[in-house]
């Protein structure tokens, strides 16, 4: 093993990642990989509803537009607390 750092070297003479470093990674790009999911179902979420309250608005909907306006209150509540939570 040549030490010429704090990393071991494989036979190849590249040195090795730690496990704690690859398991910290990989969660690193899970909670990467996650929080943009959120943000795309959030944002389409947020076209969906406000299509349903223009809809609504439009055609004289009253019920479909209300349906659009509760939805988007729901989504900014909920980023609102994932916000304050993350």
């Known amino acids: 093993m040549n030490k010429t750092n704090s990393f071991s070297y494989a036979s190849s003479g590249q040195p090795e990642v730690p496990t ?6 990989n969660h690193v790009g899970g909670a990467v990989s996650d ?18 309250v223009i809809n609504g ?15 988007l209150l729901k989504t900014a509540a909920i980023a609102t607390l994932r916000l304050e939570v993350g």
């Open 35 to 52: 929080t943009a999911t959120g943000i795309i179902n959030g944002v389409t979420n947020v076209i969906d509803n406000w299509g349903k």
């Open 57 to 71: 608005v439009v055609t004289g909907d009253t019920e479909l537009a209300k349906d659009g306006g509760v939805n």
């Open 20 to 25: 704690t470093t690859r398991v910290m990674s």
